[in-house]
């Protein structure tokens, strides 16, 4: 079974710094996603940023990016001129890209917790 | 398009009480699922199922039924709730082949559970 860790329960930055967010993960697979999302005080889980295991580059999504290195098993995640509306949880997951049954069933890490400061 | 709803957005309810968790979607998604979120953890799938008709026990499943007889909607039923059934469950679902654009999941809101 995957699992997927983020050693980090809480962290902070303050507006317009970068702050990285670490997650690393364990499985015997060798094609998967591993997808970042950030939930707010609203509750609603966002889709962030999504990396697939196959490609070597690096994704970005304006000021979000993520460093991903297969090998050590390790996607984190790079929060750049960081703005007060990024304070949110913000967890890693994981999918297989070929889930046995068809289950598409993310496997979530427990969260970072982001504070923005003014 | 809606998206991905769900109804109620809070409960109260008391020990062995059942009720009925409702979620629906207008995307024509294959794929739908239920997750559970609870403190400090990430969510955690409780059902699943990949087209009308099918349905699958995921992590989380005791204590949980759902079905699936349309498309559009996924309900999840607690027979005889429990305070353990204190939760955030989520719903989201899911279009075309994981193999393809299905990789993607589209959450709803969430309804907030709380069994006393």
């Known amino acids: 079974a995957q699992t997927v860790t983020q050693s980090q329960p809480e962290m902070s930055v303050q507006e317009a710094e970068t702050v990285t967010l670490s997650c690393t993960y364990d499985t015997s697979e060798s094609d998967y996603y591993l997808f970042w999302y950030k939930q707010p005080p609203s509750r609603q889980m966002i889709l962030v940023i999504r990396?697939?295991?196959?490609?070597?580059q690096n994704a970005t999504e304006n000021r979000f990016s993520v460093n991903f290195q297969k090998a050590a098993k390790s996607f984190s995640l790079k929060i750049s001129d960081s703005q007060l509306g990024d304070a949110a949880m913000y967890f890693c997951a994981y999918r297989s890209a070929f889930p046995l049954g068809g289950r598409r069933a993310l496997t979530f890490g427990s969260g970072t917790r982001l504070q923005v400061q003014p | 398009n809606a998206g991905v709803t769900q109804t109620p957005k809070f409960q109260v309810l008391k020990t062995g009480q059942s009720m009925t968790l409702q979620c629906a979607q207008d995307?024509?998604?294959?794929?739908m699922s239920w997750y559970r979120q609870d403190p400090g953890m990430g969510l955690r799938l409780i059902h699943y199922s990949v087209g009308a008709g099918i349905t699958d026990q995921g992590e989380v499943p005791n204590g949980y039924n759902v079905s699936r007889s349309t498309t559009e909607d996924f309900p999840l039923r607690l027979l005889s709730a429990a305070p353990s059934q204190t939760s955030v469950y989520f719903c989201a679902s899911s279009p075309g082949t994981p193999q393809t654009s299905g990789y993607e999941q589209y959450f709803g809101p969430g309804t907030r559970l709380t069994v006393t």
């Open positions: 995307m024509n998604h294959e794929y």
């Open positions: 990396q697939e295991a196959y490609k070597q």
